[in-house]
């Protein structure tokens, strides 16, 4: 019986004492992006013997005897996470990246390297994963204020404009833009799918660039796309939907102030008064039934999706996505479309031999509409229409300006701006195709060998119908079909050898590349008239009845380079680097056709220094580079030697129109060299209070010589003149960044900031003429009148010129008073007419008296922005602006003139001056511009586009745990997010950001855009 007693007493003990254990069980992954993070340490109240490691697939489970305590939870790679626990438990952990921002990785051209080695400029975009998220269609978009030195020019919300990217400002005034690297390959195709970017530099130094050569003189953005990881197949699923709003709209004058305005505009010129702003002559027009400009804009759609499916093992991996983007214009009948589609792996044959493959495949189609003329842009087009016009006529047809002919004069040659949407059938679909391939072989213990070739084709086809205009107004009874087409054809083959080895204390990289690419371009085009159908059955050139001559163009181009870089440093404290580049371009005459290019960087790691022991500061760096770089972007395919135009000529007294005729259309220039950007950078790297303070400074002179341009033309040859190298620009200026990361419990937060500041300068002209001439002169105008533009020496380019603009003359007397030696400086001038400056003291007003006045790119561009997670939700918010700024606003030049053809105009000239109304810059309403208050292109015209915009706002939340216990390993995402939520500036047109040089008649403006989405990962 004892016995028994005895067995069962030890049974109760073990059983108690199993009952006293406790079991912890759990999955790990990264919250960067969902993967299972294998081999991360569990370690259990401190004890280290107790500690357990996570599996393939994340998960671990711990027995221990305390029912209460806590773990830490660690990986390399990732911040550590101490959890309580009570009693059983299951976790699902997510683990933030940690990596000390001077062993990031940096790309640099042909290679990488840690972010605490670099001696040249390059910045890397912050925040890259959250671009899923922002309803951006193209990185351009994404970049705007989050790099200092890189300005973004928005050209409005046009579908089919894309932003201009601009770093360290204008080299030239010939063609520049930066060199786009896509994994490694030059890319010269539609913007990518901005979701299969994982990282991105800005190079933007000469140094930095000059790897790239010919092609890098504006500098680089390379690009790097997200690739498999080794594990279980990862899916991600991306999906956003919006809303998008125009915002700041102008308002037209309704039908009786327009008759008003004209009323009062004849009585100011001495005029009679038109019939059809009599009231009982004609009653029509004194009845508003349009608002043409609630008309042709709308709340227009958008919707983004994209499937990325990636995974691999040890010795593969693979990504693949797919993505589509719908946009629709915020007037009618303008959108974007794309799809794209994106294959990626990668395999190790053997410890030294990998291989490799990037294919893309893009189809988009964008349908936008014309804002820039005086004459046809569509918004401008909204506020000449008279407001007593309805949309349609009583047949369903598109109205004219009036409903008969007898009073259409007096309203002006206008478009009916819906129809200017809605008429015309457009089709511009652009397939693009970039397929790479490369092999990897280590040849030795440090030496490596990479061969690269990319391939990729590029075709456009345009064709557009534009059907009859038989309403009054701008009638045309014609009908055209325009259609082209374009196919390119790129290959480049790069072929690299790299050694990297280190020697004690003594760290050494060296790269030798070679790299070759050629281009066939081939353009054809033709225009057909007079279609007796205008069904789309017909829309065919065969069925016109007269066929223009075709034009075509075409083009080969090649380029070859070789490229040698060494870079060494001592102890991770001292740096040296340097570069050299020859490059052979086929757009020169043999003789000049190859140049070198060199370049040179040091750094100084202070902080490594035993004198320097400051507590708080934990690194810091001073670095200085110099190189050249040739601008090959700037050159004409055949400027040495200019190939005859072709054109149709009539020969002979009964000849007829379709013989065809030779001529010299510009002039060659054999002796045409290598335009060259110079550039020297000086700069500061710190971080600060164990890692969570960062701070950038640089300082910058970049230098553009013989620039390539037109020269000026011969007027006794004939022709347009030969390109020459004809002047020298320089670009100088600073850019300061600065990021703060923290935490507070389980707040994490960071703030960054950065601003730039460029100062232009046009430092010669040598070579441009032989006549001694110190300008440029542009011919962006308005409506043949308005030529605000100029460059000139000692001056930025593209700079106002412009005759100064004084006020409004209040009295007879103060106009009397206006006189060089007893004559009136003004004698057409009454009161409430502009007074001008009278700047070289002639005695009148012309051209002669402008002079310069700044320019549209701005003096300084800064960004700042907060980034908030707490226990899953997350927070983030960017502001983007601009100082210095300065725009032409020549949609004032016909919305506030009543002397032009009697459009309907803008309603802030119901402000325009008068006797009892002084206190305004409008000038008095007249049918005739006797003084050209209008007609002189002034500074009235220029206004301060400054602005500081609310860029974007997002909030999120993740679903990690909830979603984990349905599906393992997964996290749901949901978010809203609010683009361009809101502008402050003192501009008085739609949108401060009129793109290109500064000019807005009437820019298609950006949209404000709300959207919601979500992100499953699984």
Known sequence: MKKYYLLLLMCTGVF???????????????????????????????????????????????????????????????????????????????????????????????????????????????????????????????LQGSVPGVTILQQGGDPTETANIVIRGYGSISSERPLIVVDGAPYYGPSINPVDIESVSVLKDAAAASIYGAQAASGVIV????????????????YYAGIQNATNLPTALNAKQQADVYNLAADNAGSSRQSAHDAEQNPWGQVTRTNWIDEIFRSA?????????????????????????????????????????????????????????????????????????????????????????????????????APDSQFAGAYGDVYNPVALLLRPTI??????????????????????????YTYSHTNTKYKKFQPRIPELGRTNLNNYLYQSYSDTDLWIWDNQLTYNKSFGLHNLDLTAAYSAQHTDYEYYYQEGQGFSNEESYNHYMSNASSVQTPYTSVYEDALTS?????????????????????????????????????????????????????????????????????????????????????????????????????????????????EISESIDFGLDATLFASQLSLTFDYFEKTTKDMIIPGLEDQHQGTSAADVNGGEVKNTGFEIGVNYKNKINSLNYSLNANISSIKNELINLDGYSKSGIDYVPHGDGVRGTLFPFRSGVGEEIYSYYLVPYQGIFQSQGEIDSYTKNGELIQPDAVPGDFKFQDTNDDGRIDSNDKVF??????????????????????FSMIFQGVSGSKAFNAYKYSTYNASLQGYNLDNRVLNAWTENNRNTDIPRLSTSDNNQNFGTASSWYLEDASYLRCKNVTLGYTFSDEINNLISNSTLRIYVSAENLFTITDYSGMDPEVGGKGLDVGKYPLSRTLTAGLSFSF
């Open 427 to 452: 089709s511009n679909p652009v397939n693009y195709f970039n397929g790479n391939v490369y092999l990897n072989y280590e040849i030795l213990e440090g030496l490596t060998f990479k061969t690269s």
């Open 562 to 674: 070789a490229i040698g870089r060494v870079m060494y440093n001592y102890n991770n404290r001292y740096f040296v680097s340097g570069s050299i580049r020859r490059d052979e371009s086929s757009r020169l005459a043999t003789k000049n056709q190859v140049d070198y290019f060199p370049s040179a960087s040091l750094g100084w790691r202070i902080s490594e220094e035993n004198f320097f022991n400051t507590n708080f500061i934990d690194d810091l760096k001073f670095r200085a580079s110099w190189g050249q770089i040739g601008n090959i972007n700037s050159v004409g395919y055949y400027s040495f030697d200019v190939p005859l135009n072709t054109t149709t000529v009539l020969i002979g007294e009964d000849g007829s129109y379709d013989d065809n005729g030779t001529y010299v259309g510009q002039q060659s220039n054999p002796d045409l060299t290598w």
């Open 853 to 874: 006045m700044g320019s549209y790119l701005p003096d300084f561009t800064y960004n700042f922005g907060l980034q908030i997670d707490y226990k899953g939700l997350d």
């Open 223 to 238: 690009i790097q796309t997200k690739k498999g990881k080794s594990g279980k197949p990862k899916i991600d699923i991306n």
């Open 16 to 142: 108690s004492v199993s009952m006293a254990q406790t079991i912890l069980k759990g999955t790990v992954v990264s919250k960067t992006d969902g993967m299972p993070i294998a081999g991360a340490s569990i370690i259990p109240n401190n004890e280290t013997h107790n500690g357990v490691a996570t599996d393939f697939d994340g998960n671990f489970s711990l027995i221990l005897n305390q029912s209460e305590g806590s773990i830490i939870i660690s990986s390399i790679g990732f911040a550590p996470v101490e959890l309580p626990y009570s009693g059983n438990q299951t976790f699902n952990v997510s683990l933030d990246d940690q990596i000390s921002s001077l062993e990031e990785v940096v790309l640099i051209g042909y290679g990488s390297s840690k972010k605490g080695n670099i001696t040249t400029s390059i910045s890397t975009v912050d925040n890259i994963e959250s671009i899923s998220s922002r309803p951006v269609a193209t990185l351009n978009d994404f």
């Open 301 to 401: 759609e958008m919707h983004n999706a994209n499937l990325n499916i990636s995974g691999g093992a040890d010795n593969y991996n693979y990504m693949t996505s797919f993505g589509y983007n719908k946009k629709e214009g915020v007037t009618l009948g303008t959108s974007s479309e794309r799809y794209s589609f994106r294959l990626k792996s990668e395999a190790d044959f053997s410890d030294k031999l990998s291989v490799g493959e990037n294919i893309y495949y893009s189809r988009s189609e964008a349908i936008g509409t014309n804002t820039s003329s005086g004459y046809s842009g569509t918004i401008i087009n909204a506020i000449y229409m008279p407001s007593a016009a309805p949309v349609y006529d009583s047949e369903g047809n598109f109205h004219g300006v």
